[in-house]
């Protein structure tokens, strides 16, 4: 259903060189300008030569982390995209600072679960630059693997210097990149840029797909799956004809609206079902790395609600064969 999608619908390029490569290796002019349909050959095509293991590098070999685990087992990660902070030592909520990272950093690289760490969104630095500050302070703060997500299309090649500037390079890549589509089968000229450059510098890419069941996505698990999956398999598709080889980690992260308050749930029963479904395709069925929420919370207390939902979450991704679970340290 997902290559059915793909092939009679497509997905939306907003990046016109990309656009054009796209159409030039077999994709084909959908309805509107922007948009390219994917014949299911050309996916199975890429599904086919995508790595089927990554690597995410430390600073040090001792803090590699290869994927998919030997022992069939999970790494974790910390969340990114959190504007608030509870503070451990007052227990009082406020605004992210960047003073925080070096906490995060601290928490992270103690804990032997967690397998890298994500930059937060910070305030104290000027927003259309959080992403460089917030980079730049994690990545001297750890040995670790880092995740970096760029904010603006003008901050991506900053964030490739950063890391390269920091230890990282082609045959060891200290840093991998958030992709994300922009549900309903869109993708912006900055992710699709994120993607390009990903592929110059050696980073891996985690192709994340984030669509909110009654919302960008139909109601049902199957539906807000079949968005996910058919999003994800669009990116891969995209990283064979814009940046051969780059190892892509498959990464549905999904949500489900509360009708009566329009929230994004990401811990109740129809978004459990929703990531193990698109999990299990992505993963067992198409042989990639897999990564999605593992832990996290609806609740914004650490509270009985939280642990329920994170025992729950975390159980139900990696019995479908997940091998990163994110959110750790994450509520609401």
């Known amino acids: 259903r ?25 994709g084909r002019p959908g309805r509107a300008a922007s948009q390219v349909c994917l014949p299911r050959a050309m996916v199975a095509e890429a599904v086919a030569a995508a790595p089927k293991r ?9 803090r590699d982390v290869s994927l998919p685990r030997a022992d069939h087992g999970f790494i974790m990660r910390t969340g990114t995209g959190a504007h608030g902070y509870v503070d451990p030592a007052t227990g009082g909520y406020r605004n992210m600072d960047i003073a925080d990272v070096a906490a995060i950093a601290a928490i ?15 305030y104290g630095v000027h927003e259309l630059t959080s992403d460089i500050h917030s980079v730049a302070e994690l990545i001297s ?18 964030l490739m210097r950063i890391v390269g500037i920091a230890g990282g390079s082609r045959d060891r890549p200290i840093a991998s990149t958030i992709m994300c589509s922009f549900s309903p089968l869109e993708f912006k000229v900055m992710d699709v840029e994120a993607l390009i450059q990903s ?13 909110s069941a009654g919302g960008t996505a139909p109601l049902s698990a199957a539906g807000n799956a079949l968005m996910a999956v058919a999003e994800v398999l669009a990116m891969v598709t995209l990283a064979h004809v814009l940046a051969p080889g780059t190892p892509v980690i498959a990464t549905p992260l999904m949500f489900t609206l509360d009708m009566a308050t329009g929230r994004a749930l990401h811990s109740c029963p129809e978004s459990l079902q929703a990531k193990a479904l698109a999990v299990d395709v992505l993963g067992r069925g198409a042989g990639l790395v ?20 994170r025992a729950m979450l975390g159980q139900m991704v990696a019995l479908a064969g997940a091998d990163i679970l994110g959110g750790v340290g994450q509520l609401e």
Request: with cysteine; glycine share 12%; net charge negative.
């Open 2 to 26: 997902a290559k059915d999608l793909l092939a009679d619908h497509g997905v939306a390029v907003v990046h016109e060189a990309a656009r054009g490569r796209l159409l030039a290796a077999g």
């Open 54 to 62: 990554v690597r995410l590098c430390g600073k040090r070999p001792g």
């Open 108 to 122: 992270g690289t103690g804990l032997d679960q967690v397998g890298f760490i994500a930059h937060p969104f910070c």
């Open 141 to 158: 703060r750890t040995d670790k693997h880092i995740w970096l997500q760029p904010y603006n299309v003008e901050n991506v090649e900053y």
């Open 199 to 211: 592929g110059r510098a050696g980073l891996p890419v985690h192709a994340c797909s984030l669509p």
């Open 290 to 309: 897999t990564h999605t929420y593992g832990m996290g919370s609806d609740t914004p207390d650490v509270d009985a609600q939280s642990m329920a939902e």
